[in-house]
């Protein structure tokens, strides 16, 4: 028999009062662990792998060789509006991983505020964000101006509500969510290109503002990138 140690821990109030059955791949259930609990139990030398399982989530875990093990359970998902509600839908969003013991020690609620990735607010793409403000300001004048644009309603609202998604990254303290910069700046860039479709200037003006809207979104897209290998090397 080896010694198996466990932690759960679930965000917010999810499933805290739930039991989680945890399994060997021989169907034989070695113990029932709830949110903060840390039992110590002994597993059958012939047990393979560690399987969870609460209502539909189920996750397969292979057990690493060793006397002594440590298993946390947590739940792997983005926890962002609305992403972390169909993040939560995936069958292992429920899982588990064996860590040393001093990970173990250390495993706590602040492991899901740590699983995010995060830029400083200097390591921004100022230049596209300025971009970005211009062409927002630019498509809402345009909306304002093509009073007989049948579009105006739409093209107005896209310069509105980039401007301010893209505010949202302006007025940002210290640090930001890459997902969060990545979403607001590849939407606005997308949005912008709609936009500048639906205007109805002169033909000049409108091939102005698409080489604007795509040097915006291959610029953020660039710069995304780079964020993403930074923040990844940094990890390693």
């Not at 949005?191 to 091939?207: D, E």
Request: glycine residues 4%; charged residues 25%.
């Amino acid at each position: 028999m080896r010694k198996l140690n466990l932690k759960l821990l679930l965000p917010y109030n999810w499933a805290h009062i739930r039991k989680i059955k945890v399994y060997d791949d021989k169907k034989r259930l070695l113990t029932k662990i709830m949110h903060g609990e840390e039992p110590e139990i002994e597993i059958p030398d012939d047990s393979k792998q560690v399987i969870i399982k609460l209502d539909f989530y189920k996750s397969v875990i292979t057990i690493p060789q060793g006397e002594n093990l440590h298993l946390i359970l947590f739940m792997d998902f983005r926890d962002r509006f609305p992403i972390k509600y169909f993040d939560t839908l995936k069958r292992k969003c429920l899982t588990g991983k064996f860590v040393t013991q001093e990970e173990f020690e250390d495993f706590s609620l602040s492991f899901y505020a740590n699983a995010h990735k995060w830029i400083h607010k200097t390591e921004i793409d100022k230049g596209s964000l300025f971009l970005g403000f211009l062409l927002s300001v630019g498509l809402t004048v345009m909306s304002v101006v093509e009073q007989s644009n049948p579009y105006q309603d739409i093209i107005f609202m896209i310069g509105l509500a980039s401007f301010f998604s893209l505010l949202a990254i302006q007025i940002e303290n210290h640090k930001i969510l890459l997902y969060d910069y990545k979403s607001r700046m590849i939407a606005s860039g997308a949005a912008f290109m709609l936009g500048s479709i639906f205007l109805q200037s002169s033909f000049p003006l409108i091939v102005l503002f698409i080489l604007f809207s795509l040097t915006f979104l291959l610029k953020s897209i660039h710069s995304i990138g780079q964020l993403y290998r930074k923040v990844n090397l940094g990890k390693d």
